[in-house]
């Protein structure tokens, strides 16, 4: 396709680490990956995250930056004669600098065509960068997940995607005289759901769908922003008091156990297109307020933040309502929280101590002779538990957790109770 013709998400990509928007985490300064393409010398590498977040323009920066080929296939419309016909031109001239065979979506390869790959990548004919939306612990073959490094990719924040979009602005502007509204911008960017190529394919479209004024300029405001994205602007101001005022009501929501406040408040989130804020908070809320009364709510609530992430809106609102529903109507518990809060006000007040001589580490030459020694080992007893001191001396009395009133830390509690009486070594 013709450079001029080709899509803006294209146009645009990025040609150095510096142009690549998101990603901090990864490609900041001094961050691992960043370091490892700089050297120029990259291994085996799987790149996991969300389609357009920048794994397949980061294989190309990172070939360049080695030197090497970069061939390109699709696991969901490749063969392994292809990933050999790769081979063949790896080993004429075209692949004399050495070559890197990107696989997209490796997770459409079966186990039989990823164990194929296996004697490319080990003799060094080719290095192997995989990419896949989908978890590679559970879809990459093992021995390609061991002789690979494994890199996930987030979904890019609003404000990165922003930035993407206003350089889409000046090259757009290249071709009309255009003007894009502030307000436009924040809504294709919130709308985008992480994904900077959907974010500057909907500027294109609006831009193209946009009717020209009388003397052939073009104005994108908010509802030719709307209007590609299907979608109506919700005001809500990320970065201002409403934002947090909504983000309380929607905990103490939980926290009250209304499931049908919290997913009012859970729905302006949702049209405010702020995944992050939502599945943070769900997090946090599973151990802060659910804790020790349910202590399986956190993994329920970590599936349905791993699902949100990776279907993206508007999907991801039905797991995000699951685990809203699921946590209001949970029992409560805040032992946990309160339990550690305890326990860094005393060390901040300045009550800690020594660690008791029993509990210091004895596994090298000399230690009986500096007093180590002596602890009793919890499973040599009945019950696993044997008395004895665990916390410093000048704090040896102290109790920061409490078990709550709910079913699951008062049968926690009177089997602790059990095992200390039945426990001490008689």
């Known amino acids: 396709m013709d450079a001029v013709n080709s899509p803006l998400a294209d146009r645009l990509r990025p040609r150095s680490l510096d142009e690549v928007v998101g990603q901090r985490h990864l490609l900041g300064e001094g961050k691992v990956l960043r370091r490892v393409i700089e050297s120029g010398n990259i291994p085996n590498m799987i790149f996991y995250g969300p389609s357009g977040t920048g794994k397949t323009t980061v294989a190309n920066i990172a070939a360049e930056k080695a030197g090497k080929r970069l061939f390109r296939l699709n696991a969901t419309t490749a063969s392994v004669a292809d990933v050999r016909r790769v081979l063949a031109e790896a080993g004429g001239i075209m692949g004399a600098g050495g070559v890197v065979l990107y696989l997209d979506e490796i ?3 079966n186990k039989k ?9 080990e003799d060094g ?9 989908e978890n590679p612990y559970f879809y990459v073959y093992n021995a390609i997940l061991s002789r690979s490094t494994v890199f996930e990719f987030l979904p890019v924040e609003d404000e990165e995607i922003e930035k993407a979009l206003l350089r889409g602005v000046e090259a757009l502007r290249a071709g009309y005289g255009l003007t894009v509204a502030p307000e436009a911008v924040e809504h294709i960017a919130a709308c985008s759901c992480g994904d900077v190529r959907k974010a500057l394919t909907s500027l294109e479209v609006a831009v ?7 003397d052939g300029s073009i104005t994108v405001s908010l509802a030719e922003a709307e209007a590609v994205t299907a979608k109506k602007a919700f005001r809500h101001d990320r970065d201002g008091d409403s934002h947090y005022d909504v983000l309380s009501a929607f905990q103490k929501s939980i926290r009250g156990s209304d499931p049908n406040a919290a997913l009012h408040y859970m729905a302006r989130l949702v049209e405010a297109g702020d995944l992050q804020s939502i599945c943070r908070r769900l997090l946090v809320i599973a151990a802060e307020d659910i804790g020790l009364a349910h202590p399986q709510a956190i993994v329920v609530t970590k599936a349905c933040v791993d699902s949100a992430f990776q279907l993206g809106l508007p ?26 809060g305890a326990a860094l006000d005393d060390l901040r007040g300045g009550a800690a101590g020594e660690v008791p001589l029993h509990l210091k580490d004895t596994h090298y030459a000399g230690a009986e002779k500096l007093g180590r020694g002596g602890y009793k080992y919890p499973h040599d007893y009945p019950g696993s538990y044997v008395e004895q001191q665990y916390l410093p001396d000048r704090i040896k009395d102290r109790e920061y957790y409490s078990p709550g009133n709910n ?15 039945k426990g001490d070594g008689r």
């Open 107 to 109: 997770q459409n390869f």
């Open 315 to 340: 999907e991801a609102q039905i797991p995000l309502a699951e685990a809203v529903i699921f946590l209001a109507v949970s029992p409560k518990s805040n032992s946990a929280v309160t339990a550690i």
């Open 113 to 121: 065509q990823q164990q194929s790959l296996l004697e490319f990548i």
């Open 407 to 421: 079913k699951m830390e008062q049968a926690a509690e009177a089997y602790w109770k059990t095992i200390k009486n």
């Open 208 to 214: 193209m769908s946009a009717a020209p004024s009388a």
């Open 125 to 133: 004919r080719v290095t192997l960068i995989a990419s896949t939306t």
